[in-house]
């Protein structure tokens, strides 16, 4: 089932922790992401709130406590259905368990999961009894929901999921809820990468090494340093799955996992026997087999005792020198060729703005704590101590995976294939944010105009992000944007919003088409309405099949573009007539006009994409 939470919102709560349940509607209103969808059942407006309010009131029950809020979500591996569906799900969940009560849904979609805000009216129409959200409404909500879920192809085990998922310690969770972060939470992400494809400890350690962190074997525990501290951790400390038991656990599934490949099992075992046999030497007839518990528990505790000795000897955390990691499955080196890297080199190829500091370090541009030197980078805030080098930093600032930031650095696309594992999704932890250029936040608010205006145009606003990408379309600070018809041309639409109507004006100059495409045939399809045209057949008029035709579209008011164009194209001979409003004389008079130039002027019909068909009408 999804996961369902509900909480009471109030006229005026009483604390403030919560808002105001009017300002809260605003909120969901406001279409945080581009692509949030928003239904109203059981109302005449599109004011929950108020309705609510006026409904209570009539009813004699009116109370401070105004709406009921469900929020359903669901994980991100299952944001795969039509998104119609979820609005569609948390519709039924209400009329289910809540009917003849009015109710709001905001559906919002990020990558994380997906969900839906419910605001209730907890006085249903005939003013019958107010929701309580007792404990066993909430049953009945999830018990509901769970049978929705399986009507859409959903399952979903909460119980395993909640096993399984990684618990930051409290006062990190606290930290990262100011908006903080934690060096402990970023060592965790990185164990977690090296835990997810290591298959033994000189592995797990060899990798944490390239990240600059340190691990201690000791005869019952682990401890790890973290770059910068003066102190080590213990595993039990950040979390039971970084202790011995529970690693040569994820190893073996490691190992079982790989052995599986027909083109990978020999190898694999020859690696392990040498590691195994105390001589070194491989016996003929007797590779054990590693898929074998008591093989790998012998093999485990044999790799643990050598590690244990040498972090005695050394006195200090194992140095990846010492480590037998040559065959690793993972490519460590990989990762220690590209730790090498220069971040000041990388930022200056990535216009990334630096500001040299007085002790010869460099801080990012608008994140003065974000310290650069010839050891890497760190975040300086009282809060956080997270450290890293080039790869973390890539990570970071292409919002990529460690194992896609390495690849990058490196220029070896055949590091991607590691995507078939866990640590695909795993990132760098966000020690912090970079600042986005002017640029940037001016193409995110054209964006968000253009598909906007769309909407009232062609009704796919992707459509007119697509032509914003190539150029094609200009956006003005007051919100209105112009589609040019050529992209180093003189002529362009004008789209503008004015209370939810889309006007339009034409700007061409005499003798300047809005739209010209030369083709090898003989035949022109030609339009007086480009307004009208373009929203008949969008873009296609710029990339469509055309099979060859030459294409025109040309200001009514213009009465030399048509000549222009016949005079320096003198191969065409036949003028189809298309779209739009064409003034109703123009077939009588274009072959009156053109009468000695032996074309053939016929009315038309462009279907681009398809195919090309002629209505003769006569």
Known sequence: MANIKTQKRYISPSDNKHAPAQEYENYLKKEREPDSLHYYEGMNTENAIKEFMDTQTLNNKKDNYVALEVIESWPSEYNNLPKEQYQ???????????????????????ESHTHVHILVNPIPVDGGNRIRNSWDDIKTLRAVSNDIDKQYGIHINWNERSKNKDRAPKHVKEILKRGGTSWEYDLKVKADLARSVSRNHSEYTAILAGFNIGVRFENK????MYPGKGKAVRAKQIG???????????FFDNIKKQIKNPDRKNEILKE????INSKGVIEPGKIPLLIDDNAAKKYFHKEYSRLVQASNRNKTFIDHEVLNVKNSFFPIQELYKAQKGSIIEYAQKNNIDLIKNKDSTHSI?????????DRGWRNIKSNSKVRGGLVEFVSLHKDISIIQSIASINNNPRLELFNSYEGRSIKSFKAFYFPKSQQELDKKKASQTVSKIFKGIRKDEREGYNLFEKGLIQVSK???????G???GCSAIEFSRDNNTTKTKLLTIEGEPFLFRKGVNNRLYLSFDPVETFKEQGPHLWDGNLKGNSLALINPKDKKSLDLILAKN???????VIGGRSPPDILSSLKSKYMNLDLNIEIGKLDIGNSLEIDINR
Do not use: C, W
């Open 570 to 576: 003198s191969e065409l001979n036949e003028i189809i």
């Open 88 to 110: 569609e799900m948390g519709a039924n969940l209400i009329r289910s368990v809540f009917p003849g009560h009015a109710f709001y849904i905001s559906t919002q979609f990020d």
């Open 240 to 250: 039971s799955k970084y202790n011995r038991s529970n690693l040569e656990k994820s």
């Open 365 to 373: 541009k608008g994140r003065p704590y974000i310290i650069i030197d």
């Open 478 to 484: 007051k919100g209105s944007l112009r589609l040019l």
């Open 221 to 224: 525990n682990i401890s790890y």
């Open 486 to 488: 050529e992209k180093e």
């Open 272 to 275: 392990f026997s040498t590691l």
